[in-house]
């Protein structure tokens, strides 16, 4: 057993998804990138919840909403100590990262951007970072601009730092890439579009999971992830916005919790951070989003690296050793994320094969079809590794890859 193994050694246990089998075999879960399985720990306070204090929130004066209310609020101030953000009214709950990066979008977008303004992207972004920037463009008539990446699958930073200018009002770009696992340098991005006047946000989906953020030293302005990534529930996720940003913009949606009073004539907007969270919220989501956050800290960010560092350099030597194999993307720094293709095999064949051998990946465009574009492919086949994957993983995934070239010789 290695040294990753030992030191993270209960925490299969934890994952009761893991205690199934798939087609009769041993089940190998290489697909977090897409969704983290979920501890116990997180499963039971979405329960617990439900059992005991299923309320609305803000609204009521009985006990179960005051419950409900103060784990909610708790939950948020877990976010913010886990962001490091300045103030608890500066993490808005959206529904996950796409939300919060089109609420920024229409937002921000309403109060800062206008025809011939530019927004800086780059071509490792998910779908999510790109479509909602195309939405604004046809909006206001703004121009995207692309930073493009190299052939490692890094930002190329020449061309980054080229594309900015005084037109340029936002940069977006992820901190962590979902197709190739480049982690990009987000501090020195940011202080470059800072220095071109430019505002930041970060698409922190693939990171919060597996690194620390700190916002207060990265400054961005905005950033956002999802819950169902970090190991807590689907359908909850999260917009931080520097304070003085969000004071500035308008909400975007219209209903309940985000006003203080409406007449037919005129409606007051609510405080942060409820002017953007209309309408009942995923507070079972939140609250579990909470847990989970507790959850990675308790296991600390320090651990984790430690072990997907070596799962991910015994994956990539063991996926190497497979003739036939091609890596897309070598990036210079990556997390757990290995996008690769069999030659002769399509990646969707491929994944249909190893899931009967038990292994989960994902095959696809991975959201992110300009980079597909950039490496000439439709399609990779993609294994992503978490805190309760393992070298049996990996032994997994190798001998279902050859038996998939034995299928298709
Ligand atoms: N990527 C993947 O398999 P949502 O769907 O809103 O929770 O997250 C969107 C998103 C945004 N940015 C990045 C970098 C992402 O990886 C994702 C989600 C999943 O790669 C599902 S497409």
């Given at each position: 057993m290695s040294k990753a193994d030992t030191t993270l050694l209960d925490v299969r246990a934890q994952f009761p998804c893991l205690d199934q089998k798939v087609h009769g075999k041993r089940l190998a879960y290489l697909d977090s990138a897409a969704t983290a399985l979920k501890p116990v720990y997180v499963i039971d306070a979405v329960a617990h919840h439900y059992t005991n204090e299923s309320a609305n929130i803000h609204r009521g004066v009985h006990h179960l909403s005051e419950k409900a209310t103060a784990a909610f609020e708790a939950a948020r101030e877990t976010v913010r100590a886990h962001l490091n953000a300045a103030h608890a009214h500066e993490v808005i709950f959206t529904s996950g990262t796409t939300d919060s990066i089109n609420l920024v979008a229409q937002s921000f977008g309403q109060l800062e951007i206008g025809k011939g303004d530019e927004i800086l992207v780059t071509e490792m972004e998910h779908h999510s970072n790109i479509v909602p920037w195309q939405l604004l463009r046809e909006r206001t008539g703004a121009v995207l601009r692309v930073a493009p990446i190299t052939d490692n699958g890094d930002v190329d930073r020449e061309a980054f730092?080229?594309?900015l200018n005084e037109r340029t009002k936002l940069v977006a770009f992820t901190a962590v890439s979902n197709a190739l696992g480049t982690v990009n340098p987000v501090a020195e991005l940011t202080r470059e579009a800072h220095a071109a006047g430019a505002s930041v946000l970060v698409d922190a989906a693939q990171a919060v999971?597996?690194?620390?953020?700190?916002?207060?030293?990265?400054?961005?302005?905005?950033?956002?992830?999802?819950?169902?990534?970090?190991?807590g529930p689907t359908g909850i996720g999260v917009l931080y916005g520097k304070e003085g940003l969000l004071e500035a913009m308008p909400p975007v949606k219209g209903g309940g919790d985000m006003i203080l009073s409406v007449t037919f004539e005129k409606t007051t907007y609510n405080a942060l951070p409820h002017k953007?969270?209309?309408?009942?919220?995923?507070?079972?989501?939140?609250?579990?989003?909470?847990?989970?956050?507790?959850?990675?800290?308790?296991?600390?960010?320090?651990?984790?690296?430690?072990?997907?560092?070596?799962?991910?350099?015994?994956?990539?030597?063991?996926?190497?050793?497979?003739?036939?194999?091609?890596?897309?993307?070598?990036p210079a720094n990556r997390k757990g994320i290995i996008s690769f293709l069999i030659d002769g095999i399509h990646p969707h064949d491929l994944g249909?094969?190893?899931?009967?051998?038990?292994?989960?990946?994902?095959?696809?465009?991975?959201?992110?079809?300009?980079?597909?574009?950039?490496?000439?492919?439709?399609?990779?086949a993609r294994a992503s590794f978490s805190i309760y994957n393992n070298h049996d993983d990996i032994d997994q995934l190798v001998a279902a890859i050859r038996k998939a070239q034995e299928i298709f010789r």
């Open positions: 730092r080229a594309a999971p597996v690194q620390p953020i700190d916002v207060q030293a990265l400054d961005c302005d905005f950033l956002a992830f999802s819950g169902h990534k970090v190991f953007f969270e209309a309408g009942t919220a995923h507070i079972a989501g939140a609250i579990g989003l909470g847990r989970a956050l507790e959850f990675v800290r308790g296991l600390g960010y320090g651990a984790i690296e430690a072990h997907e560092a070596t799962l991910l350099a015994d994956a990539l030597n063991a996926l190497q050793s497979i003739d036939g194999l091609k890596l897309v993307g070598t249909t094969i190893l899931d009967q051998e038990g292994v989960a990946v994902r095959a696809g465009h991975h959201c992110a079809q300009p980079v597909m574009q950039h490496y000439g492919v439709a399609a990779t």
